[in-house]
């Protein structure tokens, strides 16, 4: 059976250690391992070692992701981080997210870098991308999922994950109009024809409790990335939960 991901992205939202600690803490001990289900967990920089400590370094049901990462791995370049020093603390890494693309100026080129230089460290990209207004053609997000791909070996499509997060349904971290799962499940049919049959394919934008079923019935979505509920313990761990019951995965 395909194995599913799901994806807490924090953002800045926190802004305390202790509360970071109290929402591993709590995920940690309610989350016992889902079978084929991967819980990855995105806190600030600063945070990922004291998380580590939290969850493991090992094969716990729960990783860890960086929220961006930077496209050379050694040198002077102040303020970035290297793929290599993530790599010692975290399995994965967002690239790409719509608030990258919009409030820091990064292009396809910049994510096509980034992505080649995380997979040349061992990190798994999560590779964002998603359309500004609603349009059933998905001619932006194939766009750009096309430019981050570039020069990327066919062999590394089973080493990424695409999350699908249409611009226009991400949250401001309390209220947000998720797309209906039929739209996504045609998107992602489109993004599919770029990848391989086992890259996954997450759907991510106002997705909570009440809403994670309906996408979990869809076939063509492999998983979700949380960003407001996902720094709320118990909204997330029923979204794991819920997950996890509806793809079947329950004995
Ligand atoms: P949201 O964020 O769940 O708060 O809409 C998703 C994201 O931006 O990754």
């Not at 061992?122 to 430019?147: D, F, M, W």
Request: charged share 25%; proline share 4%; with cysteine.
């Amino acid at each position: 059976m395909k194995r599913s991901i799901i994806v807490g992205n924090w953002k800045m939202y926190l802004t305390s250690l202790a509360d970071a600690h109290v929402l591993t803490t709590t995920i940690r001990n309610n989350i016992e391992k889902l079978a084929n289900i991967e819980v990855v967990l995105c806190p600030p920089f600063l945070w990922l070692t004291e998380m580590a400590g939290i969850i493991g370094h090992g094969d716990g049901a729960i990783k860890l992701g960086g929220q961006d990462v930077f496209y050379e791995q050694t040198g002077a370049y102040t303020g970035e981080v290297s793929p290599l020093m993530l790599k010692e603390a975290a399995h994965y890494v967002i690239i790409g997210h719509s608030e990258r693309r919009e409030y820091f100026g990064e292009t396809d080129m910049d994510i096509n870098e980034k992505v080649i230089s995380a997979l040349r460290a061992g990190l798994t990209p999560i590779i964002c991308v998603g359309e500004k207004k609603r349009s059933l053609n998905a001619s932006e997000p194939y766009h750009q999922l096309k430019e981050a791909l570039m020069h990327v070996p066919k062999i590394h499509y089973k080493d990424i994950v695409i999350a699908y997060e249409p611009i226009w349904a991400i949250s401001d971290g309390k209220s947000g109009n998720n797309a209906e799962p039929e739209y996504v499940a045609r998107v992602i049919t489109r993004l599919r024809e770029l990848v391989h049959f086992d890259t996954p394919i997450l759907y991510g934008g106002s997705v909570k409790p009440s809403n994670v079923e309906k996408y979990a019935k869809r076939p063509e979505i492999d998983g979700v990335l949380v960003g407001g509920a996902s720094i709320r313990a118990t909204e997330f761990i029923k979204i794991c939960k819920l997950w996890y019951q509806r793809k079947g995965f329950k004995k």
